[in-house]
C-alpha cells in the first residue's frame, strides 16, 4: 500500500465500536455514549471517525441504556449489536465478529474516545496484513489506570497486563494501551474463542489477544500516538471537560491555520461544522453551531451564537446576537443584542439594530430595523425603514397571518400592524399607529384613538395603615 495514500486497501475493512459502558462515574441518567461533546454525543464523532475511512460496514456494540443510544443515533449508518451481559472488551467484540467476513481487516474503537484522528487510524490500518495486527499505545508520564504494553529485549510487543493484574517492574512501564487495534478477522475470531476470565475481574479482555498473536508468530506491529488527546477516554464530567477543551483547541487551531482569525481560541466553541472565507475575524466567546457558512471579511462580536446559518461577505454581526436558522446576504449589520429565528432572510444591506427579532420573514435589500421592533412572518420590500417599537402581530391566538411591507415603507415609532395586511410601497405609518386594514401606496396613514384630558382628575392616593 502506498503510504502517501492511505485510502485505497486490498482488504475489505469492518469497525466495530464498543458502547456498552453505563458510565457510573458520570453520575447522570444519561447513558456516557451520549454525553455531549461540542454539542454531539460522544459517540456521534467515534461513528463520523469510522466513517471518514470507508468501511464496509461499522457496527456498533451496545447495552446500558440501549434503547436511547439507538434512538438518539437512529439515522446513523451503522449495524446495532446488542451486548447483553458486559462480560469485558473481548466478550463484546465477540458479539460483533459473527457478522464479519473472515477475509475482512477489523479495527476496534471506542464510543468514549471521540478525539481519535484520521490520520492515525489511517496509518495504523497501514501496518496491519494478513499475518499481522497492528497497536496503538501511548506513552504516559502517570499511567495509572492504564494497561500496560509489554515488550521484549528486542523492543517487541509480547503483551497487555492490566493495571490490577500487573506486577511491581510492569507497573513502572509508561507506555499504555489504547484498546484500539487492527486484526485480521479471521485470526481475531480465532483468538476470541480462546480468551478466557481467569483475572482480578473475571472478564473477558480483547487484550488477550496481544499475546495469543506472539505465540502464533502474529507480528504485533504497535503504533505510538503522537498525540495523548486523541486517545484520551471519557468516564466522567471532569474528563468530558478536558475532552471538550481539547476539542476546542484542535477546532480554533484549524480554523487559525485556514486564515481566520481567533481572538481567543480558549473561548471559542465550534459545534458543528464551519466554512469560511478569507479574513473572517471572530471576537471572544462566539459559539457556532450545526452548519454555518461565514463569508468574506464577515465579523462577528463577542458574545454572539451562530446556529446553522449564512452569513454573507463583509457583513459584521456585533455583540450578544443570536443568529438561528437565517441566511444574512453581505454588507449587514446586525446588533447589539438581535436575535433572528428560523426561516429568517436578510438581504443585501440591511440593519437588524438592539433588541430586533426577526422570525419567518424576508427583508429586502437595504432595509432597517434598528431599535425595539418584531418582524414575525412578513415580507419586506427594499429601503423600509421598520420604526423603533413596531410590531408585526402575526398570531391571533390560533393561526399566525402573513404581512407584506412594499419597497419604501416607513413605519413611525410604537406601530402595531395587525396581520394579515399589506402596506403600499411608499407609504408611511404615524407614530403610535395600530393598523388593521391596508395601508394605501405612498400616503400618510394615522390610526390613534383620540387624545383626551380629564379635568379634575385625581390620582387615588394609599390608604395609610
Known sequence: MDKKDPSPRAVPLSIVILAAGQGKRMKSELPKVLQPLAGRPLLKHVI??????????????????????????????????LQAERLGTGHAVAQATPQIPDDHVVLVLYGDVPLISHATLAE???????????????????????????????????????????????LQIGECNTGVLAAPAKLLKKWLKSVGNDNSQGEYYLT????????????????VAQNVVEVLGVNDKVQLAEVETAYRRRVARGLMLGGVTVADPARLDV???VSYGADVFLDINVVLEGTVKLGNRVRVGPNCVIRNSEIGDDTELIAHSMIDSTVIGPNCIIGPFARTRPGARLERGVHIGNFVEVKNAHMGNDSKANHLAYVGDATVGERVNIGAGTIIANYDGVNKHRTTIENDV?????????????????????AGSTVVKEVPAAKLTVARAKQVTIENWQRPAKTKK
Open 48 to 81: 463520523e471517525a469510522a466513517q471518514a475511512l470507508e468501511p464496509t460496514a461499522t457496527y456498533v456494540v451496545y447495552g446500558h441504556g440501549g434503547d436511547r443510544v439507538r434512538e438518539a443515533l437512529k439515522d446513523e449508518q451503522v449495524v446495532w449489536v
Open 410 to 430: 416607513h413605519t413611525g415609532s410604537n406601530s402595531v400592524l395587525v396581520a394579515p395586511i399589506t402596506v403600499g410601497a411608499g407609504a408611511t405609518i404615524a
Open 271 to 273: 459545534r458543528g461544522q
Open 208 to 223: 488477550d489477544v496481544i499475546a495469543m498473536s506472539v505465540e502464533d508468530k502474529i507480528a504485533v506491529n504497535p503504533l
Open 124 to 170: 495504523l490500518l497501514m501496518l496491519c496484513g494478513p499475518k499481522q495486527i497492528s497497536l496503538l499505545t501511548v506513552i504516559l508520564d502517570d499511567p495509572s489506570g492504564y494497561g500496560r504494553v509489554v515488550r521484549n529485549g528486542r523492543d517487541q510487543v509480547q503483551k497487555i497486563v492490566e493495571q490490577k493484574d500487573a506486577s511491581k517492574k510492569e
